[in-house]
């Protein structure tokens, strides 16, 4: 099993910086993918943006392209969402995830890391909130 805790959420005015964290636990061994995904009020699970463990290869969403930074450090086995220009569209709980499952690697692992898959990776933390004012 892995564990997953965020941390680094809060308000800011648009325009403004945040730096998410989240700390890795358990059976880290068997994950080969993480990501971020947000969900919203109303809406559904938004992938933001996912990284490769093995090789740091990234995906992003189009929305967050050039704004947003995923990258991981191995030693403090945390994942990092560095998140540029803010805007009001960006404000939602952002949760933080793990792909582990051997079927869906087998199936490549482009396309098991995909932003689009990040809301189904079987791993979430409990997420964190992020609230971008105008």
């Known amino acids: 099993q892995v564990h997953l805790v965020e941390s680094g959420g809060g308000s800011v005015q648009a325009g403004g910086s945040l730096t998410l964290s989240c700390e890795v636990s358990g059976d880290t061994a068997s994950s080969y993918c993480m990501g971020w995904f947000r969900q919203a009020p109303g809406k559904w699970r938004e992938g933001v943006a996912s990284?490769?463990?093995?090789?740091?290869?990234?995906y992003y969403a189009d929305a967050v392209k050039d704004r947003f930074t995923i990258s991981q450090d191995n030693a403090k086995k945390t994942l990092y969402l560095r998140m540029d220009s803010l805007k009001p569209e960006d404000t939602a709980m952002y949760y933080c995830?793990?792909?582990?499952?051997?079927?869906?690697?087998?199936?490549?692992?482009?396309?098991?890391?995909?932003?689009?898959?990040?809301?189904?990776?079987?791993?979430w933390g409990q997420g964190t909130q992020v609230t971008v004012s105008s």
């Open positions: 995830a793990a792909e582990t499952s051997p079927a869906t690697q087998a199936l490549g692992v482009s396309w098991a890391c995909r932003v689009g898959r990040i809301g189904d990776f079987p791993h």
């Open positions: 990284i490769v463990l093995d090789n740091a290869t990234t």
